[in-house]
């Protein structure tokens, strides 16, 4: 799938995600009454962190369904699911257990058996529930990267995943203001909503930041995007590679990598096929890529892709010793293309151009005078190198 799609299919799994715990939790009493308190007691505190465990635990889980779904891979479906899972469910726990206490801090004291109603009261209680569920999202963002080992990944994950729960939070306070309603009917709406807007921002956050990436133009997977997010990523057969080339028997499980360093990407074949890799139709052994470069792998084709100004602009001094590292410079009475010495007369090589015979006419040996004019014989003009030494057949000078 494309990174457009995959940010939309994110950001409705991350929906999904919230409906889900809500569904889960809604006929518990225990996670959801609707009767104002304060968290005092072990018991409050265990009723925080097990709500935000469970909506943590569905939203990362289904999110990491997406990202393992648009590897093409089921082994990875299944890491990333689980992966996701695990850390949804500590990220949950940690992230309302944070807001808590900081709602706690911030929250309007109670009067007269009933919380104060008032505006700064309302604003801190946004603010207290937005940082508790930003930092939800930052976990569930983070366990994106983490089936991959991709520390990039982890990053972009963590800023879109705290960049979304901070809304969601915020939105959760104020979908209970502005629908004037309580209870099962703002839960649902709420967690629904701060679950769409962790998925969204972590998908985009991903693609806003993405420096490199490949999209397979012919094979099985024809039209999927891979987001190159390590030093090095694998293309291959293999269920666990970073670049998954399936459903082609030419291909090996470890075929080629794309190794980044200094912000230059090259690829490099590993010896494991007799296909081998092309890169625009010529095989090769390691070689830089550059934006639009083709590979081959068997059957497949893929397209690299890099985002305008992630390489570094070779600057002019680097083409210079690049070509002082050739070798020594020429003497003057050899030639640099060919390599052959000169004609000390002319200065033309092997490799000096002929210029085309044009037809004439020269005075016949009997006499001056119309009758005496014999044409030159023309043969066909050759732009290619002369050999040196070899005669003009069909030509004289005039």
Same mark, same amino acid.
């Given at each position: 799938m494309n990174s457009k799609l995959k940010i939309l299919l994110e950001a409705a799994a991350g929906?999904?995600?919230?409906?889900?715990?809500?569904?889960?939790? @809604?006929?518990?009493?225990?996670?959801?009454?609707?009767?104002? /308190? +304060?968290?005092? +007691?072990?018991?409050?505190?265990?009723?925080?962190?097990?709500?935000?465990?469970?909506? %943590?635990?569905?939203?990362?889980?289904?999110?990491?369904?997406?990202?393992?779904?648009?590897?093409?891979?089921?082994?990875?479906?299944?890491?990333?699911?689980?992966? %996701?899972?695990?850390i949804g469910l500590a990220g949950g726990m940690a992230g309302l257990f944070f807001g808590q206490v900081v709602y706690g801090r911030l929250q309007a004291p109670p009067s007269g058996?009933?919380?104060?109603?008032?505006?700064?009261?309302?604003?801190?209680?946004?603010?207290?529930?937005a940082l508790g569920w930003a930092f939800v999202g930052l976990f569930i963002g983070g366990a994106q990267g983490v089936p991959t080992a991709s520390l990039r990944k982890m990053r972009h994950g963590a800023v879109g995943g705290f960049i979304g729960g901070l809304l969601g939070g915020m939105l959760f306070e104020f979908v209970a203001a502005i629908l004037q309603v309580g209870g099962a009917p703002s839960r649902l709406v709420s967690m629904t909503i701060t679950g769409a807007a962790i998925g969204f921002f972590v998908g985009l956050v991903q693609d806003l930041l993405k420096q490199?990436?490949?999209?397979?133009?012919?094979? /099985?997977?024809?039209?999927?995007e891979y987001?190159?997010?390590?030093?090095?990523?694998?293309? %291959?057969?293999? &269920?666990?590679?970073?670049?998954?080339?399936?459903?082609?028997?030419?291909?090996a499980p470890q075929h080629a990598v794309i190794k980044v360093a200094g912000g230059?990407?090259?690829? &490099?074949?590993?010896? +494991?096929?007799?296909?081998?890799?092309?890169?625009?139709?010529?095989?090769? +052994?390691q070689v830089g890529l550059a934006d639009g470069d083709v590979i081959t792998l068997g059957a497949t084709q893929i397209k690299f892709h890099e985002k305008l100004g992630a390489a570094p602009v070779r600057k002019a001094r680097d083409v210079i010793a690049q070509s002082a590292a050739r070798g020594p410079a020429l003497p003057d009475n050899?030639?640099?293309?060919?390599? @052959?010495a000169k004609d000390p007369v002319s200065g033309t090589c092997a490799c000096t151009p002929v210029p085309p015979q044009q037809p004439g006419f020269t005075v016949a040996a009997q006499g001056a005078g119309a009758a005496g004019q014999t044409p030159l014989a023309t043969g066909p003009a050759s732009l290619g190198p002369r050999p040196v030494g070899a005669a003009t057949a069909g030509a004289r000078l005039v």
């Open positions: 929906a999904a995600g919230g409906f889900l715990a809500w569904m889960v939790m @809604e006929p518990c009493p225990f996670l959801t009454s609707d009767e104002p /308190r +304060s968290v005092a +007691s072990p018991v409050d505190w265990l009723s925080i962190v097990l709500f935000g465990a469970v909506m %943590g635990a569905c939203i990362s889980a289904l999110i990491g369904a997406i990202e393992g779904l648009a590897t093409g891979s089921r082994r990875q479906l299944r890491r990333a699911v689980g992966f %996701g899972f695990v058996g009933a919380f104060t109603v008032s505006l700064l009261g309302f604003l801190r209680s946004v603010f207290a529930r490199a990436w490949v999209v397979v133009l012919r094979g /099985r997977n024809e039209g999927r987001v190159l997010d390590k030093p090095t990523s694998i293309l %291959g057969r293999d &269920e666990l590679a970073d670049v998954g080339v399936f459903g082609d028997p030419s291909v230059r990407y090259r690829i &490099e074949d590993l010896g +494991s096929a007799p296909t081998g890799t092309l890169v625009n139709g010529q095989p090769v +052994s050899i030639c640099r293309f060919c390599g @052959e």
